[in-house]
């Protein structure tokens, strides 16, 4: 196989002494929190589990403040609850909330990941005041008297947004990909769709945190240097817990002459370690919804929200793992009809243009 390996070791290189003093800070209070959780778990009445209750709501407050302190620092960490008025982080929570839920099931997985993306992109582009306006003029379904025409003013960031490729980290982030094409697509003023690059890149799950591999298969990949070179890369992938997949797969990008105008990474919940060594390995900007505290010994985010992958895709039979066209064929006729234009992107970078 014909592949580019990223030792653990090499991102923890990354980090700054003062980074590592702020992760030990962030893994002691949340080890404050697992403590606590445990005596939830086994609380023998209502009133042992009120208090455990109030302590753990005690410490997740402890977290934030110090999550703030830390991201208030760096400006390549870019975190919703840190970036918008206080009146929207109540529902970002929720949003937040229903994904982590054990009880939600994939249709209403996917929804909420559609959600979290459409708030992602607001916090990056969305927002954004002093902008000049633009007008869609669009044809409406009704012809009484007359052919009726709705006319709608949209702020115009057709230069931030019309640079863009889409890098998908296959498999998890490859649904998410597609929404955030689509986003880009509904807001650009010409229905610009990106162009996809796709990179096949694992970390070996036999190993622990402190000495994963990660893997980048190129002969399962599908990209063309000539096509990243100058843009503005965006990739979204759901979780960031290390940010070994991330990192790999740009190191190897720049390897190969190309020179990005910028690199974006859009997650929906990011490992505070996993961030920062992102931001100091790579001149990148991450966009997050929600930052998590910790990482387990097995490289999951905590407290996450499991495998984001297979809540999206569904779980591959052992042994018969999917190939992109039949993850995508499963993911069934209304995602293939919602997001037809990136699909046939996708199709075409897989198969090769005609």
Request: with cysteine; aromatic share 10%; glycine share 8%.
């Amino acid at each position: 196989m014909n592949k580019v390996i990223l030792k653990a070791e090499d991102l923890d290189g990354f980090l700054t002494e003062d980074d590592k003093v702020a992760i030990a800070a962030m893994d002691n209070i949340y080890g404050k929190v697992l403590a606590s959780f445990r005596l939830y778990s086994a609380a023998a009445g209502e009133r042992e589990r009120e208090n455990q209750k109030e302590n753990l709501i005690h410490l997740y407050n402890d977290m934030g403040k110090l999550m703030r302190a830390i991201c208030d620092k760096e400006s390549g960490l870019q975190v919703y609850c840190f970036r918008t008025p206080h009146e929207m982080h109540a529902e970002i929570s929720r949003v937040i909330a229903k994904l982590r839920d054990i009880r939600t099931g994939s249709d209403e997985f996917i929804y909420y990941i559609q959600r979290a993306y459409e708030k992602l992109f607001y916090l990056a582009w969305g927002g954004m005041r002093g902008t000049e306006k633009n007008y869609l003029m669009i044809k409406t379904p009704v012809t009484a008297p007359v052919q009726n025409y709705a006319v709608h003013k949209i702020t115009n960031i057709d230069g931030k947004i019309e640079n863009t490729v889409m890098c998908v980290l296959l498999r998890g982030a490859l649904l998410p990909s597609m929404i955030m094409s689509k986003e880009i697509e509904e807001y650009s003023s010409n229905a610009y769709v990106t162009p996809f690059a796709l990179f096949k890149i694992k970390r070996d799950e036999t190993k622990r945190e402190t000495n994963m591999e990660y893997i980048l298969d190129l002969d399962r990949s599908y990209f063309d240097p000539a096509v990243l070179d100058g843009k503005d890369l965006i990739f979204a992938d759901p979780m960031n817990a290390t940010g070994g997949s991330f990192v790999t797969v740009v190191k190897y990008i720049l390897s190969q002459g190309v020179k990005p105008r910028s690199v974006h990474f859009f997650n929906v919940i990011s490992a505070l370690k996993g961030a920062l060594r992102v931001i100091r390995a790579i001149d990148c900007t991450v966009w997050t919804c929600w930052m998590d505290p910790a990482l387990n010994e097995s490289a999951y985010i905590l407290p996450g929200l499991g495998d984001a992958g297979d809540r999206i895709n569904g779980c591959d039979v052992e042994g018969k793992g999917r190939n992109i066209m039949q993850l995508i064929a499963d993911y069934g006729n209304n995602i293939a009809g919602l997001y037809r234009s990136q699909l046939r992107e996708i199709e075409d970078t897989v198969l090769g243009r005609v």
